[in-house]
């Protein structure tokens, strides 16, 4: 089966890449594509670039052009729920756009028409992440991530995202990524390791944390990769 896996920052693919070893490169639409082979899927391993309109062309890339089959995003989040602290693991089991807004005409917030407000993760995906996080014996939380073009670096904006989504982390691809292969129905899994709490520390955590915990998230995918059947 062929693999996507994406992330949206450099610092979140480089150890995919390592991992993989030999890969070959291909430019596309103003990015670079990289694919190889690990345990024996084909892969195709991208950072989008920050932000919901970038990853949105990167996944469907991914599956348009480059034709994976099912598709893992790994990569940092903003913590939201007190139980998660820098450096855990959370997948998504669904996921919202914080940011999209057209509730001047009475519609929830994230949702627009003939869309939803939130999008269902896979469930055999997350059982597969469940598998390997007791097999590596560490704690793997799932959750609501809400996604939005903002850095959000506010108690006030992070408590809003809590109160109105029920959220438990944050960033800045996970949904835009989620509405393609839901499209395109291509089977996907979120993953993100926290960096930052999106408090007034949070631009300060993110850069100490970006390297280690994007490290964490890759690691536990790439197991997650070990154990997807061909
Ligand atoms: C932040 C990255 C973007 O791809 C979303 C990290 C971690 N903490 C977050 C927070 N709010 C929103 N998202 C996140 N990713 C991009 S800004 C830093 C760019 O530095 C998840 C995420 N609190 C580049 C150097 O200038």
Redesign the pocket.
């Known amino acids: 089966m062929k693999i996507a896996i994406m992330g949206?920052?450099p610092e979140e693919i480089e150890p995919i890449l390592k991992k993989i070893g030999t890969y070959s490169t291909t430019k596309y639409a103003l990015n670079n594509y990289y694919e190889g082979r690990y345990a024996g899927h084909d892969i195709v391993v991208a950072y989008s670039k920050?932000g919901k309109v970038f990853s949105t062309l990167t996944a469907a890339s991914m599956i348009e052009k480059f034709k994976a089959e099912l598709l893992l995003f790994s990569?940092?989040?903003?913590g939201i729920n007190p139980s998660l602290k820098i450096g855990d693991l959370i997948v998504a089991n669904a996921l919202c756009q914080h940011d999209l807004d057209i509730t001047a005409f009475g519609h929830p917030h994230g949702f627009v028409p003939e869309g939803s407000q939130f999008i269902n993760a896979e469930k055999e995906l997350i059982a597969i992440a469940n598998d390997v996080a007791s097999d590596m014996n560490i704690k793997l939380q799932e959750g609501i991530i809400a996604t939005g073009d903002?850095?959000?670096?506010s108690q006030e904006r992070k408590d809003w995202i809590s109160a109105t989504f029920n959220a438990d982390a944050?960033?800045?691809?996970g949904t835009s990524v989620a509405v393609v292969c839901e499209a395109l129905q291509v089977p996907f899994l979120i993953l993100r390791a926290i960096?930052?709490t999106?408090d007034m520390d949070?631009s300060f955590n993110?850069d100490e944390f970006l390297e280690s915990s994007a490290q964490e998230s890759a690691t536990f995918i790439m197991k997650m990769v070990e154990k997807i059947g061909n």
């Open positions: 949206a920052m920050i990569g940092v989040a903003g903002q850095f959000v670096h944050l960033e800045m691809e960096s930052d999106a949070a993110f």
